[in-house]
């Protein structure tokens, strides 16, 4: 056996060794490596169960994931995706990453297109000369860095130049808004020509998904609801709820009130105006009965008159039931429009012989819906505009002329529109008209609404009357029916809720002359005395129940310095007063004192003072405001009358948009998010400096925009005050 020195020992095992320590470091590698391919493999079949377990992950989706999780894994199994192997440069915030049709890695600039190869070995230094340098359509911007921009005015016309920073916060409550305002889905912040669309615009905005737009929405809706809550005194007319009620008795639609009244803390209600329901004559009682027993105070004079009928829909109900049986002539004459209407050549075919007829107008005809009046109207009126087109297709064309020897439900179909015809369509738009007008005055939501019932009930009255006697008997025919109706709901001063007529006493330019002089027309002068006397009766009972709650011995009299929002000085607001200002307020106590030991209350004076001339453009919340200090009481009692609307078109304008949310494709959102939705919408239309209002226009079946179509307005602007009026449907 051969003899080994120490120093060959020695070499050979060192070189034992290090057999072993390579060993062991591939075992450990190989190990690592599994482990590695392992994690990675659950997490991409995590990735793509959390998708298909979504519900609104579609086919798209899921490919995507199966890409994102091919990329975290490469061919050697190095991870080079997720959270461990993120990339670190900079420059792929500017960059995304794709594989060519032969397998090889590049990246693409997002702003101008141009593609660098980015396998392994390769840096990241040509993409970053690239956004630093190179790059044309890339402009850095810094978040906190102020810039010029276009600010719009707070009429929501034009704007004005300003300074404005990007805040993250800021553009995720206007995207929440958007939605809101513009009645859109929450998949909306998902399309792709949106994020796309988001990411020019400002590619440091970070979009948020749909559920996490939807605790924005929600969260922006409770922060209206309280700041609603806090200015509440000082805020415009707005929808308080929209809430789902189990069934539609009287007790229920009154509990669903009491609800709404306690969760905002009001304790106070004028009036409430409904349809004629017979569910809400209950519903009123129940609340009547509820307000008396909060408080003493809470409904005005016990509630007596704090049940409003809906103007509009009696006045509907009154027109309906005449043109219950539609004369021939208004069937012929929509036969003729749905002709036109039909398709797409026929009407080309109008428009031509409406241009060699040299018919001035540019609107073209309206298809009514059977069941609406008002949209009967517009098609008559404008139909009657061009007459001489229909005649002009007469003469011809053929399929016109066939069209009306058809059948139609096994009869001859009606028509075309003769001579006759035309002349009966004149009768009843002059007929319509007025009601029509009516209809639209009573509809308005912008502007004082209470002080215009009186008038257009008695035109309404005496037209009636009088076309009763007419000599065409089919207009007689319809004014003696709708006369019957007019009898039952507003036959008599019993039948009509007394503050409507005490608004237009309350109207400088009216005052009790003008409801003597209209009560003597209809009823005589010794029937009108006896009712005279009760409207003014009304009107001292307010003035008394008004001046025991708020006068200076009720201790309301601090309530009264914000009736009309009349500007004050500085002192005032701190509650310091003046020298000079503590003699005029003992002053003006002294002659109301003397006036009163005369027997002359505010309602004496104001009605022994001259009336106003007559002017549209008078404003007559204006003249109580500047009134306020001669009739403090009286001023109090005109804010909470004119306040009160005739219909209910404000709640219906909110089922409309009710509609236009729960759509067939929209139909799985709770009730609390469509209240949430409908009520912030509501607040933001009224706040937001770019919403306009918007009008509603109802019609059938047209989009013509030169028909004047009735004016259904989403935002109220009325005065606030002590009282509120509930508008319910």
Sequence with gaps: MPRHSPRSFDRSSSTLLQIVQSSLLQLIRSASTRVEDKASKMEIDHNVDSMEGSSDSGPETLENSSSIGKEKVSKKGIRVGGRKGKKKSECWAHFEEYVTKDGKKRARCKYCGDTYAVDSGCSTTNMN??????????????????????????????SSLG??????????????EMLILDELPFRFVENRGFRRFCFELCPLFDLPSRRTIVRELYKLYIDEKIKLKNYFSRSKKRILSFSQIVDHTGDSIGKCIENVLIEWGIDKVFTITVDNATANTTAIGYVIRKLNSWQDGG????????????????????????????????????????????????????????????????????????????????????????????????????QYVNYFKDKE??????????????????????????????????????????NIYFKSWCTIRNQLNSLTSERDPLVSKIAVSMQQKFDKYWGGLEKTNNLLIVAVVLDPRYKLGYVKFRFDSIYGVEESQSMISKVKGVLLDLYEWYNKFYGSSGGGAKETDDVFSIGVSDDL???????????????????????????????????????????????????????????????????????MPVSTVASESAFSTGGRILDPFRSSLTPKIVEGLILTGNWLQAICPIAEPRVVQEHAQNEDESVDLLDHYINVEAGSGNYFTVITN
């Excluded at 921009?149 to 009429?155: A, E, G, I, W």
């Excluded at 241009?355 to 404008?382: F, H």
Aim: glycine fraction near 4%; include cysteine.
């Design 299 to 398: 409904a005005v004079l016990e509630g007596k008159y704090l049940h409003v009928r809906c103007c509009a829909h009696i006045l509907n109900l009154i027109v309906s039931d005449g043109l219950k049986d539609l004369h021939d002539s208004i069937v012929a004459i929509r036969n003729a429009v749905k002709f036109v209407k039909s398709s797409p050549s026929r009407l080309d075919r109008f428009k031509k012989a409406v241009a060699n007829e040299k018919i001035g107008t540019k609107g073209l005809v309206v298809l009514d819906v059977p069941t609406r009046w008002n949209s009967t109207y517009l098609m008559l009126e404008s139909a009657l505009k061009l007459r001489k087109a229909f005649q002009r297709m007469g003469e011809e064309d053929i």
């Design 409 to 450: 439900d096994g009869h001859k179909r009606i028509g075309p529109p003769t001579l006759d015809d035309w002349d009966n369509a004149k009768v009843f738009i002059n007929f319509l008209a007025t009601f029509y007008d009516i209809t639209l005055d009573f509809s308005a939501s912008l502007r004082v609404t209470s």
């Design 573 to 643: 607001e701190l509650g310091r007063l003046k020298a000079t200002d503590k003699e005029d307020s003992l002053w003006g106590m002294k002659q109301q004192e003397e006036d009163i030991s005369k027997g002359k209350s505010e309602v004496d004076l104001y009605l022994l003072e001259r009336a106003e001339k007559l002017n549209d453009r008078f404003d007559v919340l204006a003249w109580w405001k500047n009134s306020l200090v001669k009739f403090p009481i009286l001023s109090m009692i005109a804010r909470d009358v004119f306040a």
């Design 129 to 158: 000369t690239h956004i630093n340098k190179r790059c044309k359509k890339y402009r850095p911007v810094d978040s906190k860095q102020k810039v010029l921009v276009k600010k719009p005015t707070t009429s929501g016309f034009g």
């Design 163 to 176: 300074v404005s920073k990007f805040d993250q916060l800021k553009c995720r409550r206007a995207l929440a």
